[in-house]
């Protein structure tokens, strides 16, 4: 069984920097998709940086391209997310989920093809 972990969430002020983390275990390598999600308050879950560990093919929401970088590394079986020039809209729970092993090469921005869930870290940027 697939279990996630996050951490590294926390309090920044607007413009600042956050690296989150999830550690994987259980976990074959072989390509699927692991990705973060977010949920801020009163919004539905939505897909932010996704990316298909076979394939390398990424995925990132407009809102946050050029200032988000998700990153894996294979050895530890964890994956990051490098989140910069942060802004109050950034604000949310943030989750790591992957799909089985063996998902097609594009990624889905939406919950329903992950199965494997961490319990998120919040993230809070003030302006």
């Known amino acids: 069984q697939v279990q996630l972990v996050e951490s590294g969430g926390g309090s920044v002020r607007a413009g600042g920097s956050l690296r989150l983390s999830c550690a994987a275990s259980?976990?074959?390598?072989?390509?699927?998709?692991v990705g973060w999600f977010r949920q801020g308050p009163g919004k539905e879950r939505e897909g932010v940086a996704i990316i298909h560990t076979g394939f390398g093919s990424t995925y990132y929401a407009d809102s946050v391209k050029g200032r988000f970088t998700l990153s894996q590394d294979n050895a530890k079986k964890t994956f990051y997310l490098q989140m910069n020039r942060l802004k109050p809209e950034d604000t949310a729970m943030y989750y790591c989920?992957?799909?089985?092993?063996?998902?097609?090469?594009?990624?889905?921005?939406?919950?329903?093809?992950?199965?494997?869930w961490g319990q998120g870290t919040q993230v809070t940027v003030s302006s």
């Open positions: 259980g976990y074959t390598n072989g390509g699927r998709c």
């Open positions: 989920a992957a799909t089985p092993i063996w998902s097609p090469p594009l990624c889905s921005a939406s919950q329903s093809p992950y199965k494997y």
